[in-house]
């Protein structure tokens, strides 16, 4: 049994290691900051989106109440002592208002949550414009 140069492995493991060089390192400062800036952005957008959902959800609860006080009005307005005529032309008309206002609601709701998506995406967008363009500075301070 021989030893090739009478050294312990982990000496010339040690030695190589202490000999390896990276190429040149990016300042470590600048990509903490740039990190520190994805993750605001992020939390930004993340809160847009919650405030949205939040607009969503109460507007759907008015929706909700309002909807509830006409169908009782409606009830009531029925309930009246009417030719089977009047109230069959009373129907058909509430029908198609509710329709409306349905239709109404959805587009409402819809153009809330697309409006939240986008400011949202938005957020997104310009960070990473702003990102890309940190790395094309980062490059051109290395070469």
């Known amino acids: 049994m021989s030893e090739t140069s009478g050294k312990k492995p982990e000496t010339d493991l040690m030695r190589m290691l202490s000999?390896?060089?990276?190429?040149?390192?990016?300042?470590?400062?600048?990509?903490?900051?740039?990190?520190?800036?994805n993750l605001e952005a992020l939390s930004a957008a993340n809160r847009v989106a919650l405030e949205g959902a939040q607009a969503v959800a109460r507007r759907h609860m008015e929706i909700l109440q309002s909807s509830m006080t006409e169908m009782t009005e409606a009830m009531k307005a029925l309930s009246t002592q009417e030719s089977p005529q009047a109230k069959a032309a009373r129907q058909a008309e509430m029908l198609k208002s509710a329709y409306e206002k349905a239709v109404a609601n959805m587009k409402e709701v819809a153009?809330?949550?697309?409006?939240?998506?986008?400011?949202?995406?938005?957020?997104?967008?310009?960070r990473f414009t702003e990102a890309m363009d940190e790395v094309k500075t980062l490059m051109a301070k290395k070469g």
């Not at 153009?111 to 310009?126: F, G, M, P, R, V």
Request: hydrophobic share 40%; aromatic share 2%.
């Open 111 to 126: 153009d809330l949550i697309q409006k939240s998506n986008q400011e949202a995406l938005s957020l997104l967008n310009k």
């Open 19 to 37: 000999e390896f060089r990276l190429p040149g390192m990016p300042d470590v400062e600048a990509l903490a900051s740039a990190q520190r800036r």
